[in-house]
């Protein structure tokens, strides 16, 4: 693993012990995560090694009630464990923030069905989370019928969630608020996949299409999405007072986190050892290279500061979400997005040629932070319904 970590630094706030502790377990497993990482690239999925070393030190379950086998941990020491991912392979740390999202349905799910789904079984659980599919209402649950895309981690899954448009006669139902969702759980044996995961980054997550022609799914094993927008009812298996969409920004954001961070490193270990065609001096001693540099990384502290604030204050709030909350946590989320896809830009651009070739560092993260923020939870979208939040106080979910 390169150590980054001589390099001049701006102040870290101290690190608790718990924190410390996943941080030092993920420390444990980086030579294996960069063993593997040209093979994730190419097979375009998690190695199984990968998957069960995690799997083994608590980092599949690590956003579950330990009431249903998982870790249960602070959100932001979940946080900062998807953020140190990223920076050894952001494809790794995005199964792991998919996982830690969707395992956040175990509070909404009826406890035995959260059991069976996470404690009984020691796979992904993962899934489509764009309503692709329809939901005919039967006796008992509901017949289910679609195609879903974007199933990261899918090659570890022992179960997959499927989000579909409930239906009269195969027709969506619509409501005063729009078309009603539901997400349903099926066991991973009774899908289809389509190799459709051939993308620019994000190589490693597998995120293939899968199908269903039709299957019975019991109502046990189905949540509604207009009570994902509260948080889940009080109960003592309840792991976090969060509402599902506002708990969704946390295990996205950190993942682009990682990776401005990997390149801002990775391009301070460039600037001192490359000097430019028909130069005397290496790029670090370049005055605009030093002026944008400092810029970029005075972005990405500050961003993340922003991020973790809202973090603090949604965990404070302990179930009072509200749309005051949930306008920050977008917006945060929003700009976060851009300042890190800026700071990578930055270092791809100013390390000239060098980060044109595969084997670059700049390459890979060039191509990681373009596939992470294509995800609704870092949409500059947001800026446009909180903004008209803040001008006409209506916070919508998406236009």
């Not at 084997?359 to 373009?370: A, G, W």
Request: overall charge negative.
């Amino acid at each position: 693993m390169s150590d980054h970590r001589q390099r001049p630094r701006l102040p870290e706030p101290p690190v608790p012990p718990e924190q410390a502790d996943w941080l030092a377990r993920v420390e444990k497993l980086a030579p294996l995560i960069e063993r593997h990482r040209e093979e994730a690239e190419h097979t375009r999925q998690m190695p199984r090694p990968v998957f069960e070393a995690l799997r083994d030190e608590g980092f599949t379950r690590m956003w579950v009630s330990r009431a249903f086998g998982g870790q249960q941990v602070p959100l932001d020491t979940g946080m900062a464990v998807l953020e140190a991912l990223a920076r050894l392979d952001a494809s790794v740390s995005w199964q792991i923030g998919v996982q830690g999202a969707i395992g956040r349905l175990s509070d909404y799910l009826p406890e035995e069905s959260s059991r069976r789904l996470f404690l009984d079984s020691d796979g992904f659980v993962v899934g489509g989370v764009k309503p692709s599919g329809l939901a005919e209402p039967v006796d008992g649950g509901y017949l289910l019928r679609g195609e879903w895309a974007m199933a990261s981690g899918s090659a570890h899954a022992d179960w997959l969630v499927c989000t579909a448009l409930v239906s009269k006669d195969w027709k969506p139902v619509m409501t005063s608020a729009g078309p009603d969702i539901v997400m349903l759980f099926v066991p991973a044996s009774a899908v289809q996949y389509r190799d459709t995961w051939l993308t620019v980054g994000l190589r490693g997550t597998g995120s293939n299409h899968f199908r269903i022609d039709e299957r019975f799914v019991p109502e046990e094993l189905a949540v509604r999405k207009a009570r994902m927008a509260k948080a889940p009812p009080a109960r003592a298996s309840r792991g976090y007072p969060i509402g599902y969409f506002d708990f969704g920004p946390f295990s996205t954001a950190p993942v682009a986190l990682g990776i401005a961070r990997d390149a801002l490193d990775t391009f301070h270990e460039t600037a001192h050892a490359k000097t430019p065609a028909s130069g005397t001096k290496t790029l670090a001693a370049n005055h605009v290279v030093q002026e944008r540099f400092a810029r970029a990384e005075i972005a990405v502290y500050s961003t993340r500061l922003l991020l973790h604030d809202a973090a603090r204050q949604i965990v404070a709030a302990a179930g009072d979400g509200s749309d005051e909350l949930s306008a920050l946590i977008r917006l945060a989320s929003a700009s976060l997005a851009e300042s890190t896809t800026a700071a990578v830009e930055a270092t791809y651009t100013l390390a000239g040629t060098t980060s044109l070739y595969a084997t670059s560092r700049l390459e890979r993260c060039f191509r990681d932070m373009h596939s992470v923020t294509k995800h609704i939870a870092l949409s500059y979208t947001h800026f446009e319904t909180v903004g008209d939040y803040l001008m006409n106080d209506e916070l919508v979910m998406r236009r």
